[in-house]
C-alpha cells in the first residue's frame, strides 16, 4: 500500500489522557500536513511540517497540541490531557517536495474523549 | 475570516441528473483550485483540479468551471451515479501559503437510484 498510513483508525481516551497520532506520508514525500474535521464540517488546518521541522503551526491550539517529523519514522501529533473538544477526526496528508498543492490524504484517525 | 463559501450544503439529485456545486472565495492569492470527494469514515481524495490559466477541465463525468472574475469555482457532475453520493469539498490554495488548502465547509451530494 504506497498511500498515506494514520494509525490508529479509532482511538478512545479519557479525559485528561494523551493521545498519540501517527502518520506515514506516501514514499517520496517529505511534507506533511495535519487537518482537524469535526462532525459535519470542513477540514480546518493545524500544522505544516517537513522533515525535522515545524513549518507552519498557525492552525494548532497554543496549549496542549504538538507535532513533529522526525528524520526517520512517521510524523505525530500529540494532544496531551485531551478534553471532550479534542473529539474529531485527524488527517494527515502528504505531498512530494515540489509542493503544488495536490494533497494526499489518509484515512484519518478518530479521537473519541470520554 | 471565511475565505471560503461553498453552496449548497447539501443537494439530492436523481439517477442520471446533474449535480452542481459552487465555491467562492475572498483570497486572490489563490492559484489552485482542487475538488475533493469525502466518503463516511474515509478520508478526502482529490477528484480533480483546476489553475487560473483555464476557465474549465473536464475528467469524465466531472467538470470544474472557474471564473477568475467573480473568484468562483464549480464542480458538475454529469450522469449522477448512486456510486457518487459523498461529500465534497472545495479546497483552494495558494503557493504564498505553502498551500495549506482552505477547505470549504462541504456539499452532501445524494444520488436517489
Known amino acids: 500500500n504506497a498511500g498515506v498510513m494514520q494509525n490508529p483508525r479509532h482511538l478512545v481516551r479519557r479525559r485528561g489522557q494523551e493521545a498519540r497520532l501517527r502518520c506515514s506520508p506516501m514514499?517520496?514525500?517529505?511534507?506533511v500536513y495535519w487537518y482537524r474535521q469535526l462532525p459535519e464540517e470542513g477540514l480546518k488546518f493545524m500544522v505544516y511540517?517537513?522533515?525535522?521541522?515545524?513549518?507552519?503551526e498557525s492552525g494548532m491550539p497554543k496549549e496542549r497540541f504538538s507535532a513533529e517529523f522526525p528524520k526517520e519514522g512517521p510524523s505525530i501529533l500529540r494532544i496531551q490531557q485531551v478534553v471532550r473538544g479534542d473529539s474529531a477526526a485527524y488527517f494527515c496528508?502528504?505531498?512530494?517536495?515540489?509542493?503544488?498543492?495536490?494533497?494526499?490524504f489518509g484515512e484519518g484517525s478518530r479521537l473519541t474523549v470520554l | 475570516q471565511q475565505q471560503v463559501k461553498q453552496s449548497p450544503q447539501s443537494l439530492i439529485v436523481q439517477k442520471g441528473g446533474i449535480s452542481i456545486i459552487n465555491c467562492a472565495y475572498e483570497?486572490?492569492?489563490?492559484?489552485?483550485f482542487p475538488w475533493y470527494q469525502q466518503f463516511p469514515g474515509k478520508g478526502p481524495a482529490l477528484l480533480i483540479a483546476?489553475?487560473?490559466?483555464?476557465s474549465e477541465k473536464k475528467e469524465g463525468r466531472f467538470t470544474i468551471s472557474f471564473n477568475k472574475s467573480a473568484k468562483q469555482f464549480s464542480l458538475h457532475i454529469m450522469d449522477s451515479q448512486p456510486g457518487d453520493s459523498a461529500t465534497y469539498f472545495c479546497?483552494?490554495?495558494?503557493?504564498?501559503?505553502?498551500?495549506?488548502?482552505?477547505f470549504g465547509a462541504g456539499t452532501t451530494v445524494t444520488v436517489r437510484a
Open positions: 479546497a483552494p490554495g495558494a503557493p504564498s501559503n505553502d498551500y495549506k488548502l482552505s
Open positions: 496528508a502528504s505531498s512530494p517536495p515540489a509542493v503544488t498543492g495536490e494533497l494526499f
Open positions: 483570497n486572490t492569492a489563490f492559484d489552485y
Open positions: 483546476i489553475r487560473p490559466d483555464v
Open positions: 511540517l517537513q522533515k525535522e521541522n515545524i513549518i507552519d
Open positions: 514514499k517520496g514525500h517529505s511534507h
